[in-house]
T-cell receptor, first 110, second 117 residues
């Protein structure tokens, strides 16, 4: 089952606003990944984080691997309508084990 | 790079029939592939881990005789839903892991929507 707590569950924002979502866990992870899923599609990898404290950007997206290795956040700056979708965090433990958060459903109003 | 394809993208079948879904890594080799199912408005639930050349590892509660997984090559894994029933209707997504040094990135296919009548 899922061991990641992702919040918020959903967000309704105005175009141009910044967005922040995060994932926490009671377990330490070796890797954190953030995905975006559009309706009827598979998740697309946005950012992968490999070291505690690592801060990585991908265009308007920024994600950080928490120092304790038990959390990660994703920020989206200056949101646009095409940012709409479901964002999932995923944490990799060891071997083949990767766990997913429940997702954050983002709605952007033009 | 790192493209994963799935076929078919959607399938409708009658109850009691079997359905095969293919997952291919198009531009990298994947010794490990994963099969997930996703119900509407829910997260992905791992069903099984597929390792090339060996038996798949199934998550608790997933019937291995119902969901047959074959990973015959480094670029292809198949999931066969045997004797499908309406409750098997779901969105099935595969992913493939690309391992390079310390990096462990999982790339997902576009998903297969299965509807069992």
């Amino acid at each position: 089952g899922q061991q990641l707590n992702q919040s918020p569950q959903s967000m309704f924002i105005q175009e141009g606003e910044d967005v922040s979502m995060n994932c926490t866990s009671s377990s330490i992870f070796n890797t954190w990944l953030w995905y975006k899923q559009d309706p009827g599609e598979g998740p697309v990898l946005l950012i992968a984080l490999y070291k505690a404290g690592e801060l990585t950007s991908n265009g308007r997206l920024t994600a950080q691997f928490g120092i304790t290795r038990k959390d990660s956040f994703l920020n989206i700056s200056a949101s646009i309508p095409s940012d709409v979708g479901i964002y999932f965090c995923a944490g990799h433990l060891w071997g083949n084990d990767m766990r997913f958060g429940a997702g954050t459903r983002l709605t952007v109003k033009p | 790079g790192a493209v994963v394809s799935q076929h078919p993208s959607w399938v409708i079948c009658k109850s009691g029939t079997s359905v095969k879904i293919e997952c291919r890594s198009l531009d990298f080799q994947a010794t490990t592939m994963f099969w997930y199912r996703q119900f509407p408005k829910q997260s992905l639930m791992l069903m099984a881990t597929s390792n090339e050349g060996s038996k798949a590892t199934y998550e608790q509660g997933v019937e291995k005789d119902k969901f047959l997984i074959n990973h015959a090559s480094l670029t292809l894994s198949t999931l066969t839903v045997t004797s499908a029933h309406p409750e098997d209707s779901s969105f099935y997504i595969c992913s493939a892991r690309r391992t390079s040094g310390a990096a462990r990135e999982q790339f997902f296919g576009p998903g297969t929507r299965l509807t069992v009548l």
